[in-house]
């Protein structure tokens, strides 16, 4: 099933975002010979290695097919998207063969790029249509490409009408900021670098990189490390970077054209990625490292989109070439030990992570890592330890910290140190009191309990305010009411929690309960065998069948 819906995929990017026709197998007639008996059995080792992640693979079998049928339109259309993402050279030679595909003149342009041809590559650039997404992108490229030819001016009187309108102004202040800066204007650049700024008004890594790298060198300094000191509030793991982008913050992040027209497809793959276009967003990204091969905010994105299309293995690779001298590899190196964990390498997982506290003594998020990944495999009195560790590394909690002390506090009350767990849980809920997940945790361990079901009840249900479509936490307060004695309610409630989450056996042996507890026996003994076949935890599952002979609820299912 997974084959299928990603070969579809592989399809849909072939057919939409490469804007070529593609049929679903090599043409019998765009060339008059016979098909060779080999062109198919290639043909389809390609896609299904595309559709696996295997590029790789799936550029040498498609070229092989290519070479034995040279003018299929399919053939090439499909060889090319796997060059492309292998990042392999017979990309640039199959984009000559595809002259109404966006992508390949764009690939066109890219080699005009690197071999210094700026006009050429403006022309080509000018050349895109500018319909649907790419009208966001060929301003910037056709800027960018101005600026290689030495035309600074130029290129900011082509960004203009789009920094003027307020749609996208942000991301083409930036860009016009950043072709001032490299063209030596710096009343200019200060002015866009201010529009752009005001525009994106939640922080990111790399909006924050080049803002206090124009900071510090434009002599303001304190704002620089304002800007940078920001990113941890938005998303924690930016804090084990802070000595990294310091130590660098005096370099320009964008130092040379080339660079700028990578920077554009990074800025755009980060708007298809918001829009869930992730295969476009993978193209684009592509086209930036083909560029700029060191490009660690685009293999970071790359990876974090492999990842999400359940490829780990490529996104360790796409990590594995971010030199070890850029200012952010330490989150790099983060991130891809919890890839190399999902790959099953979990021993250098954690030697990984192991260095990376010895090298970074000050953050707790290797050792907090290192607790996630035990926790995960129910090593909970291993992952308590890792969590002391990395909570002995926070000398000052901030509300980010939040999610060490839950996390130690699970992982105590999985061994069986409830008064330790209840304590990490109300820390946690003091550095931010409205986390649903603590509120849940702690909330649902005491209804399970029988304990402050008053207190629990009003918690889970600010817990549910703020997440009501989660299932987990719709099952809590349904279980709350049950353990309160208001078994309608809990029935309702019960019922809500299935329906978002109809695949989780705890949930529906809740809803068993709740309907034993109201006299709906038939309905109880159906979702506890529905709970039963839903691969429960052992014990749960003891509990179930024995619901199941006694037609009694007995003991509670704990699973939360």
């Given at each position: 099933?997974?084959?299928?819906?990603?070969?579809?995929?592989?399809?849909?990017?072939?057919?939409?975002?490469?804007?070529?026709?593609?049929?679903?197998?090599?043409?019998?007639?765009?060339v008059n010979s016979p098909m060779p008996a080999g062109v198919i059995g290639d043909f389809l080792a390609g896609r299904y290695?595309?559709?696996?992640?295997?590029?790789?693979?799936?550029?040498t079998d498609l070229l092989r097919a290519v070479a034995q049928r040279p003018g299929d339109a399919e053939l090439t259309l499909q060889a090319f998207v796997a060059c492309l993402d292998a990042g392999r050279p017979e990309a640039a030679k199959l984009a000559r063969l595809l002259p109404d595909n966006q992508v390949a003149q764009l690939v066109l342009a890219d080699a005009d790029v690197k071999a210094g041809h700026w006009q050429a590559a403006e022309q080509r650039f000018h050349g895109v249509p500018r319909q649907g997404a790419t009208q966001l992108l060929q301003p910037m490229l056709v800027a960018w490409a101005q600026q290689g030819d030495g035309r600074t001016d130029t290129a900011l009187s082509t960004l203009r009408p789009y920094v003027e309108n307020p749609r996208f102004r942000g991301i083409f202040a930036l860009h016009a900021a950043m072709i001032a800066d490299l063209g030596n204007r710096p009343d200019e650049a200060a002015r866009l670098y201010r529009a752009a700024q005001s525009e994106m008004a939640d922080p990111n890594l790399r909006l924050a990189q080049i803002l206090a790298s124009w900071q510090s060198r434009s002599g303001q300094p304190v704002e620089a490390q304002r800007t940078l000191a920001s990113l941890p509030t938005v998303a924690p793991d930016l804090s084990i970077t802070m000595p990294g982008l310091m130590a660098?913050?005096?370099?320009?992040?964008?130092?040379?054209p080339i660079d700028g027209i990578a920077e554009a497809?990074?800025?755009?793959?980060?708007?298809?990625?918001?829009?869930?276009?992730?295969?476009?967003?993978?193209?684009?990204?592509?086209?930036?490292?083909?560029?700029?091969?060191?490009?660690?905010?685009?293999?970071?994105?790359?990876?974090?989109?492999?990842?999400?299309?359940?490829?780990?293995?490529?996104?360790?690779?796409?990590?594995?070439e971010v030199p070890t001298s850029d200012p952010v590899i330490s989150l790099v190196q983060l991130r891809r030990a919890t890839l190399i964990d999902r790959v099953g390498r979990s021993d250098d997982a954690m030697r990984d992570l192991e260095r990376l506290a010895r090298d970074y003594p000050e953050s707790p998020l290797p050792d907090a890592q290192r607790g996630d990944i035990l926790r995960t495999?129910?090593?909970?009195?291993?992952?308590?330890?890792?969590?002391?560790?990395?909570?002995?590394?926070i000398s000052h909690p901030v509300p980010s910290d939040w999610m060490v002390f839950?996390?130690?506090?699970?992982?105590?009350?999985?061994?069986?140190?409830?008064q330790k767990a209840e304590a990490d849980f109300h820390r946690a809920l003091e550095l931010s009191p409205d986390q649903p997940f603590v509120?849940?945790?702690?909330?649902?361990?005491?209804?399970?309990?029988?304990?402050h079901l008053t207190e629990a009840r009003q918690m889970i249900q600010r817990a549910a305010e703020r997440r009501p479509n989660d299932g987990a936490i719709t099952d809590s307060l349904g279980w709350v009411m049950f353990r309160q004695g208001d078994h309608q309610a809990a029935v309702k409630t019960l019922e809500k929690a299935v329906e978002l989450q109809p695949e989780d056996s705890t949930i529906n042996g809740h809803l068993g309960d709740a309907y034993m507890a109201v006299g709906r026996k038939i309905e109880a003994q159906y979702q506890w065998r529905r709970a039963l076949n839903l691969n429960p935890a052992p014990d749960d599952a003891a509990k179930l069948e024995a619901k199941l002979s006694t037609g009694r609820p007995g003991a509670v299912i704990s699973g939360q």
């Open positions: 099933m997974q084959h299928a819906r990603t070969a579809r995929r592989s399809v849909l990017l072939a057919l939409t975002l490469l804007s070529a026709c593609a049929a679903s197998e090599p043409s019998s007639d765009s290695a595309l559709s696996e992640g295997d590029s790789t693979t799936a550029a660098g913050i005096n370099k320009r992040p964008v130092p040379r497809y990074f800025t755009f793959a980060a708007l298809m990625r918001g829009q869930d276009a992730n295969d476009f967003a993978l193209i684009m990204l592509r086209l930036a490292l083909d560029l700029r091969p060191n490009f660690a905010a685009a293999r970071l994105l790359a990876a974090d989109i492999l990842t999400n299309q359940r490829h780990p293995q490529a996104a360790v690779t796409m990590l594995n495999k129910q090593r909970f009195p291993d992952a308590v330890v890792a969590y002391d560790k990395a909570v002995g590394r839950y996390s130690r506090g699970v992982a105590e009350e999985r061994t069986h140190l409830w509120l849940n945790y702690l909330a649902y361990s005491w209804a399970d309990m029988g304990h």
